[in-house]
């Protein structure tokens, strides 16, 4: 039975797609904390291909009000991570920016009494590497014959806890942060465009500079149009 203080900490799940071991680890955070969300991003061409650098499918930017104490990230613990996942990973800790990396929890769900050594050493460097984490920072629980043990899902709010009480002097993933992170993709994107745009004559280029400087000017300042996610303006 949850407790009246764990019921005030603010879950965010992440997942790469949905299964029943994720369904039944929803329903236990369910019960346990407040689970403001899901998010879920199947695949590199989701990743790749969604709207602006919202990278999920499902982006609620009532996560923000206020923003979550966890951010719990899913290893399954039959799939060693692959270089898809890396990526994924990677444009995960994008889309929050660096301020979030304290937030994150990954949690390894499985379906046998113990985990596989081999795809625990995976997931083990994959957590260290492309989370930048350290490799004793995660949970593990076990779902066999479809139930969790009582004590496994103790060990995760121990595990839960332990992040909320490292990050106390700055509590919760804020709005502030998040628009930072933007901010950082929006200005490597012009970087980008600019680099990719330095074709052409000198006026077209000293034209395109100028524009771009323009750009950057407007963005840092706060002028910038705020075209990731609904929630800029909530």
């Known amino acids: 039975m949850a407790n009246c203080e764990q019921k005030k900490l603010r879950i965010v799940l992440i997942e790469k797609t949905e299964t029943d071991?994720?369904?039944?680890?929803?329903?236990?955070?369910?019960?346990?904390?407040?689970?403001?969300?899901?998010?879920?991003g199947d695949n590199e061409s989701v990743i790749d291909e969604g709207e602006e650098h919202n990278i999920f499918k499902d982006f609620d930017p009532s996560i923000f009000s206020p923003g979550p104490h966890v951010f719990l990230l899913i290893y399954m613990g039959d799939l060693s991570p692959s270089s898809g996942d890396a990526k994924r990973i990677q444009r995960i800790k994008e889309f929050f920016g660096e301020a979030s990396k304290p937030y994150f929890l990954p949690l390894i769900i499985h379906k046998n009494t113990t985990?596989?050594?081999g795809k625990k050493k995976d997931i083990l460097y994959s957590i260290e590497k492309d989370l930048e984490l350290s490799r004793k920072t995660y949970c593990a629980l076990c779902c066999e014959g479809g139930k969790v043990n009582e004590n496994e899902i103790k060990n995760l709010v121990v595990k839960i806890n332990e992040v909320v009480n490292k990050n106390k002097n700055k509590e919760t993933y804020t709005k502030e942060m998040f628009d930072e992170a933007q901010?950082?993709?929006?200005?490597?994107?012009?970087?980008?465009s600019n680099s990719k745009g330095k074709t052409g004559d000198?006026?077209?280029?000293h034209n395109k500079n100028a524009t771009d400087k323009d750009a950057i000017r407007a963005m840092l300042s706060g002028g910038f149009a705020k075209r990731t996610v609904k929630a800029q303006n909530s």
Request: aromatic content about 2%.
């Open 115 to 117: 985990l596989d050594t």
């Open 21 to 40: 071991l994720s369904k039944k680890i929803k329903g236990i955070l369910e019960e346990s904390f407040n689970l403001v969300t899901t998010l879920t």
């Open 183 to 192: 901010k950082v993709i929006r200005l490597k994107n012009v970087q980008e």
């Open 202 to 205: 000198g006026n077209q280029g």
